[in-house]
C-alpha cells in the first residue's frame, strides 16, 4: 500500500486544516487507517484512526478538535483539525494496518506533511 498524505502548511492559532492521505488501494481493505504526528524532539504518536468497520479512536490531548473520516470512493482518509494551537505543530503521517494470517500486521507509512500553527 502506498500513501500519499498532503494538506498541511502554516496556520494561525485558532485555524483549521484538512490533511489528506490517498491511498494506492482500497481503503476498505485496509482493516485500520490513521494519523500519527511527530514533533521535534519526541516520539510519533497516534492522533486519530478509523478501522475498515467505522470505529474510531483520538488521542486523550485533542479534546474534540478533530476528526478522522474517509472517502472510500477516493480511497482516501482525512484528518480535519480545528482550533489549532501551537502545540500541534508537529509532521503528521498516514498510517496503514492490514492483518494478515495469525497475529501478522504490515504496516505502511506515508510521507509526512508539517504542520506549524504560530502567529
Known amino acids: 500500500v502506498q500513501l500519499q498524505a498532503s494538506g498541511g502548511g502554516l496556520v494561525q492559532p485558532g485555524g483549521s486544516l484538512r490533511l489528506s492521505c490517498a491511498a494506492s488501494?482500497?481503503?476498505?481493505?485496509?482493516?485500520?487507517m490513521g494519523w500519527y504526528r511527530q514533533a521535534p524532539g519526541k516520539v510519533r504518536k497516534l492522533v486519530a484512526s478509523?478501522?475498515?468497520?467505522?470505529?474510531?479512536n483520538y488521542a486523550d490531548s485533542l479534546e474534540g478538535r478533530f476528526t478522522i473520516s474517509r472517502d472510500n470512493a477516493e480511497n482516501t482518509v482525512f484528518l480535519q483539525m480545528n482550533s489549532l494551537k501551537p502545540e500541534d505543530t508537529a509532521v503528521y503521517y498516514c498510517?496503514?494496518?492490514?492483518?494478515?494470517?495469525?497475529?501478522?500486521?504490515?504496516?505502511?507509512w506515508g510521507q509526512g506533511t508539517q504542520v506549524t500553527v504560530s502567529s
Open positions: 498510517n496503514a494496518v492490514r492483518n494478515g494470517k495469525g497475529w501478522t500486521r504490515y504496516t505502511y
Open positions: 478509523l478501522s475498515s468497520g467505522g470505529l474510531t
Open positions: 488501494e482500497s481503503i476498505l481493505s485496509i482493516d485500520l
